[in-house]
């Protein structure tokens, strides 16, 4: 069985709103072993509305629309499914006199419009909606040689759309399934490499058609791997999914931080806690990234002891003096005493230092290289020494057990340098608390 959710509202096709219903409808439909294949959003404009239903009855079994069930002018959902059908409206006693009770019960009369939401499709079926004065329509619509399709139309109201799923739609979907089925998702979180990369060290997981299936995806560099799995059960879905996840972790190795919903910072909490360490940070071209994440995950634990931010080697003096004899004007060294010096001033166990990026000079704080090095002219200058090659960014790692320096090229998209160039300072802090674990 597969099905399609459809979204309605002018809001939702304008951006103007974010669609969260599709994606709750779809992690719901998932739990009962309903494959998700189509996400529409559609207008409220009645030949389009028209169109996105025939178009869906035709190629799924099952669809979920929301939104368009309201008393005004411009919800249509009810008039393009009878246009769909091709049957009159008819009116709902039962529908209208619920409708009737909910404005008596706050003292106001019934205007002339809400009458039309007691209408139906002749043939559908009422979804009763205890919250609110819109209820849904469950209809089927038949395809020759093939088994009908049904819809339910649910209201756009989050609140009453998610209490109707539960009372009515779900278990009308579990009786329509031939065998008790289930889909669970697993998430592998991983750092350290590229998509492309982490593919090419998992060729035969990713293919199409391999069960259970994985996806690759990747936000700001950092990359998830979903592993996902159907069958009777959700122990029987979990164990599919485990022997899929023991190959990721030992092709990848240390590229695995995390799963689920895990950040590097979370990871990196976690770590300190069990350690009983702390970590402080100094950032210039992060924008206080660092502190920020490490902030919001360790919320009131100590071991993040604080964070600063500069923008210029003027406001970096106090940290530097920390740190010894003045450093050089820019570069891997540059990186070391920031994060020497910021160990120091916050006497932790632990400090990260990340930046500047390269476009800014530190010992001024003018740009001497364009914000986007991939638009500069071949032979053209991209670092801060004057020489020829591709910009690197250097952060730091400081303990008492020494200062680890990298330096990493600034590729991709600039709008990826900051969150990139956090998680590797993050990164190189993750790799030295493990290995102490």
């Not at 099905?3 to 009962?32: F, K, P, V």
């Amino acid at each position: 069985m597969i099905a399609e959710i459809i979204s309605i509202g002018d809001e939702l096709a304008s951006g103007e709103r974010l669609d969260t219903n599709s994606q709750w409808l779809s992690q719901r439909l998932g739990e009962l072993g309903v494959k998700v294949v189509y996400h529409t959003t559609v207008a409220d404009d009645l030949p389009a509305n028209l169109d996105v239903f025939r178009r869906a009855l035709q190629r799924a079994d099952l669809v979920v629309t929301t939104g368009g069930l309201g008393p005004t002018a411009d919800d249509l959902t009810r008039d393009a499914l009878a246009a769909v059908l091709g049957v009159e409206l008819v009116l709902d006693s039962a529908a209208l006199e619920h409708i009737r009770s909910l404005f008596a019960r706050h003292n106001r009369p019934m205007p002339e419009r809400n009458r039309l939401q007691a209408l139906f499709p002749a043939g559908s079926r009422k979804i009763d909606n205890p919250a609110g004065t819109a209820p849904g329509i469950d209809l089927l619509f038949p395809r020759p040689g093939q088994t009908d399709s049904r819809l339910f139309a649910l209201p756009g109201v989050p609140a009453e759309m998610r209490e109707m799923w539960a009372g009515s739609v779900a278990p009308a979907v579990a009786a329509m399934l031939p065998e008790p089925r289930v889909i669970r998702h697993r998430r592998i979180k991983c750092f350290g490499a590229g998509e492309s990369q982490v593919e090419q060290m998992l060729p035969d997981l990713i293919r199409r058609g391999r069960e259970p299936s994985v996806g690759i995806t990747v936000h700001e560099a950092t990359i998830t791997l979903r592993i996902t799995a159907a069958g009777p059960t959700a122990a029987a879905c979990q164990a599919a999914i485990a022997p899929t996840e023991e190959t990721i972790r030992e092709a990848l190795g240390v590229l695995v931080f995390g799963t689920e919903d895990d950040e590097l910072e979370d990871v990196v909490v976690r770590l300190l806690g069990e350690q009983r360490r702390t970590v402080a940070s100094i950032e210039w071209g992060t924008r206080g990234r660092l502190a920020r994440w490490l902030a919001r995950a360790a919320g009131e634990d100590a071991c993040f002891a604080g964070g600063v931010t500069i923008a210029s080697v003027a406001a970096a003096e106090r940290i530097l003096a920390a740190a010894g004899p003045a450093p050089p004007a820019g570069g891997a060294e540059f990186a070391e005493r920031l994060a020497i010096g910021c160990r120091r001033v916050f006497q932790t166990d632990y400090a990260l230092a990340a930046g500047p990026f390269p476009h800014v000079d530190p010992t001024a704080g003018a740009p001497i290289a364009p914000s986007d090095p991939l638009e500069k002219k071949p032979g053209a200058s991209e670092s801060t020494s004057g020489a020829s090659g591709p910009a690197e960014f250097h952060f730091a790692l400081a303990s008492a057990e020494g200062t680890t320096v990298r330096s990493s090229t600034l590729a991709h998209h600039p709008a990826i340098w900051e969150p990139r160039a956090a998680k590797q300072a993050l990164n190189l802090l993750r790799l030295a608390l493990e290995r102490q674990s």
